[in-house]
């Protein structure tokens, strides 16, 4: 991009208040100009504002007149592919040159950016980015290929009929005329917005569905990609906090004389969750916190041990729950039945152990807040730092960077460690920007985990073999209680992210309960990747297999007869015991589990395959069905089906957090163990051509291994584990 | 003073000379591609080169640093390192890439000793970097491909 001295306020202007004028509220679009508030910095182009030429149809894009689209990404990259997803719609219907393609994340402002799905909030989870945004940024990118084509005609007096654009550029093919896109912006920001504009049929693609290169990966290799932890600014302070080491204990002495007496430490600033000790950089704060002394107050702390929870959890299983769906009538079909079965399920707590461990930069002035994080979600974030400040949500601004993994921990109704940043730069001298960083340590121990469940299963089969009841009992803390989210997803005492995957479990069961215990607990606790599946499918999904084996079906079969209404679950299944060689006998040890699961709207089906050798599970090979609907980016759907597997697969066989007395046991990965690459499994992915809408398809692989691995190490061993991480006894 | 060789560039700094490398090539020498994540040698996202050798920065005093040649990932460009970038790209190895720095240069590094790693080899290399979004099945794929490539078969 060139550097201009002269700002074109005027044509600013005119596009403001053209775009006002103009129809773009029908596509959704509200009608600011972009570049009004734009600015430079990391996570932004960088460039000045107001560039002479640049064309900024709607709140999406820009393109300018160097022929450069930069695509406004509404929501957090954080490895599953979203900025190349859209940036893709936006290309496929603007015919734009996808080299000529980057992204930029957006700003905090839900009046523009909302995720479509949570109403009137900005944000990113629940593998909605996609599938939300689907019509919405197709229709940005139809807009301003509309109004490039009527520069041309302008230009070229010829109707615009006869135009046509194909990667980037613009042509009159019976004149010879051709423009590229960069050489019509200027023009083509002077155009009226369409009323209306026609999306392409799925036949005329020419980006989505295509392997198309990701947008994030030159700057990933080389090191330049700028994340949370990588700001730097002038002045900038580094701050460590000393957290307390259970939970609800309060600081009641602090003996800040060794931490000051370190070089490089400025200052120790006691905040609501824990002391902070601010130096000149990194290193400086860590050896202030080592020397850091604080008494803490534990008389209202956490001091119970995990295996005491269990037992808890047990006796509650004993008695009814919150009733989440109640089909016929189950205690008289069990209490009839020929053959009843019951079990016991467990998962523990798990810490998301993203590789870049919490942190975030905070600068306090006159005018406001400005944060720099890999930024989950911001109209949340921007109520609770305004909250804390007292400020108004918009004199928040966040600068969303790229975010090194989050699986869940980054979206916090809380904003825990945002607002602990923003306590300690309160403290510091008005404009200074301080980093928070969080130690591994801290990220392990200081809390927002998968919650621990327990759930007690109960099933019947009639004398043929065929299930007639299933009595699921949930046992575990809400994740949604306490949030402002709680009047939303919680109903009549259920959290439905508790029991989402059981409550709507597929299988055609004519007697079928599902209830909900939701105990409350002072450990903090959120959603993980997946969040109710990455329970339910584990216990849903072996205990339909235990029933399998019980009426002596093959479990694929078993499966199969009861999913005759649900044909994408249905799909997946097949595809997946097809490319799978379900059935094809295997060697001594070995063994093959499967296991079908819907979360978010996408259909996985897995078949693992395991050897057991001297007491060690060792997955071998992991075929993958997904129906995601439309697939944007088949190569992307590709990674995170290996990806979201792997990511289960640590929660299968490695990864637990464990309370002894309310300490945390684990702290760093040498004890919270995750995935390696020697053992991660041969990895083969089949989607499902479908013309259905797209869903999303970073968080469904996940739930799935779990269950498809225990049941294939039943296969090899007979053993049933009903407990993860799994342990051969 | 510590005399320091980063990336082929003299820098002179006075630091504690206990401090991790990482922490003087993030907060102090403004090369921020070396990542931290454990600070205990468990992930390896802070891999870097000393005299061509991998070290975990996060566990190295500077002073060991000291006269030796640093190479980080904003200075690789031995024809090992491109090839090994060049993979990664072609085969799109990246999900959130954090950790992606930390791979490279083990890779690299690995690719040094030997341009025909068989899984074993791979395993055995890269078995102390971690990558949560577990994009492990391509990195293997890109490391068998940038070998490959550098020993001038075709991909």
Known sequence: MKTRDIVNLSRRRFVAGSLASAAGLTLGILPVALAEQRKSGPGFAGAAPGEAGEFTPNAFLRIDNDGLVTVISKHLEMGQGTYTGLATLVAEELDADWDMVRVEGAPADATRYNNLFWGSAQGTGGSTAIANSFEQLRRAGATARHMLVSAAARQWQVPPAEISVSAGVVEHKSSGRRAVFGELAELAAKQTVPESVTLKDPKEFKLIGKRIPRKDSSEKITGAAQFTSDVRLPGMKTALVLHPRRFGAKVKAVDDTGALAVAGVRKVVEIPSGVAVVADDFWSAKLGRDALKVTWDESGAFKQSSAELLNDYRKLAEKPGSVTRSDGDVEQALGRAENVLEAEYSVPFLAHAAMEPMDCVVRIDDSGCEIWNGEQMQTGDQINVATVLGLKPEQVQINMLYAGGSFGRRANPAADYIVEAVHIARALKKGTPLKLIWTREDDTRAGYYRPMYLHRLRAAL?????????????????????????????????????????????YAIENLRVDLHSPGLPVPVLWWRSVGSSHTAFAGECFIDELAYKAGRDPVEFRREMLLDHPRHL????????????????????????????????????????????????????VIAVDCGIAINPDVIEAQMQGGMGFGLSAALFSQLTFRDGLVEQSNYHDYQVLRIDQMPEVEVYIVPSAEPPTGVGEPATPVIGPAVANAVFAATGQRLRQLPLRLA | MLNLTIN????KLDLDPQMPLLWVLRDHAGLTGTKYSCGMAQCGSCTVFLDGDPVRACVTPVSVAAGKEITTIEGLETPAGKAVQDAWKELEVVQCGYCQSGQIMSATALLNRNSKPDDADIDAAMQGNLCRCATYARIREAIKLAGKKLSGGKA
Not at chain 1, 474 to 491: D, H, L
Request: charged letters at 20%; glycine letters at 14%.
């Open chain 1, 462 to 506: 009639d004398k043929y073999g065929n299930p007639v009841a299933w009595d699921q009992r949930i046992v575990g803390q809400s994740i949604i209680a306490g949030t402002p989210f709680e009047s939303a997803m919680v109903k009549d005492g259920v959290d439905r992210t508790s029991v989402e995957g059981a409550a709507n479990l597929p």
């Open chain 1, 571 to 622: 799909g997946v299944l097949n595809l997946a015991a097809d490319k799978g060689n379900w059935g094809a006998p295997l060697g001594r040890g070995q063994g093959r589990g499967v296991a079908v699961h819907e979360s978010f709207n996408s259909y996985v089906a897995q078949v693992a395959e395991v050897s057991v050798r001297r007491g060690v599970i060792n997955v071998d090979r992991v």
């Open chain 2, 8 to 11: 082929g560039k003299p820098r």
